[in-house]
């Protein structure tokens, strides 16, 4: 029985983000580095060349370009509406990260492998934000087979 049941539990998560990547096109990165050798980079790139816009956020590389695209400091200082947030930070900031996409009225984030936190998946679920947790789009895009069409045309 519990077996069907984390059937239907991995079917559901993977329709939560299927759904996702179908609907989003504007991605904020918040951790984002200009190292290639970094996940954030990594992960950056290759949302760019399934067709996302992707705008990375990092303080400290603020006024500068990664992968061609304009470095913000915050969530705040983007000028365009953002679909989804992409977070490569540690768990101990998503709670903060969580307030100031509520401020900004995003309502998708999505957490990096190992990047989790009960307690503010809890109040982002009460403030209506949808959470995809320790993922990577990286990682599920290609799982999944998908592949985003849309997003191509932008």
């Given at each position: ?5 984390n ?12 759904d996702?990547l179908?609907?989003?096109?504007t ?8 190292r290639?050798d ?10 760019i060349?399934?067709?996302y816009q ?5 303080p400290?590389?603020?006024g500068?370009?990664?992968l ?13 509406s953002?679909d989804?947030?992409d977070?490569?930070?540690q ?23 190992g ?5 503010t998946?809890?109040?982002a679920q009460?403030s ?5 947790v ?12 998908l592949?985003?069409n ?5």
């Amino acid at each position: 029985m519990s077996i069907e049941l984390n059937n239907d539990s991995y079917a559901l998560e993977d329709r939560k983000i299927i759904d996702t990547l179908n609907r989003v096109k504007t991605i904020a990165l918040i951790g984002a580095s200009a190292r290639p050798d970094r996940d954030s980079f990594k992960v950056m790139a290759f949302l760019i060349n399934e067709g996302y816009q992707v705008i990375p956020i990092n303080p400290l590389l603020a006024g500068t370009t990664i992968l061609e695209q304009q470095v913000f400091a915050s969530i705040s200082d983007i000028p365009s509406s953002i679909d989804m947030l992409d977070v490569f930070r540690q768990s101990k900031y998503l709670y903060d990260i969580v307030v100031e996409a509520k401020k900004a009225n995003i309502t998708t984030i999505w957490t990096q492998l190992g990047v989790t936190d009960l307690k503010t998946e809890l109040f982002a679920q009460e403030s209506g934000i949808t959470m995809i947790v320790n993922r990577c789009p990286a990682i599920e895009i290609p799982r999944l087979g998908l592949k985003n069409n849309s997003a191509q045309m932008l």
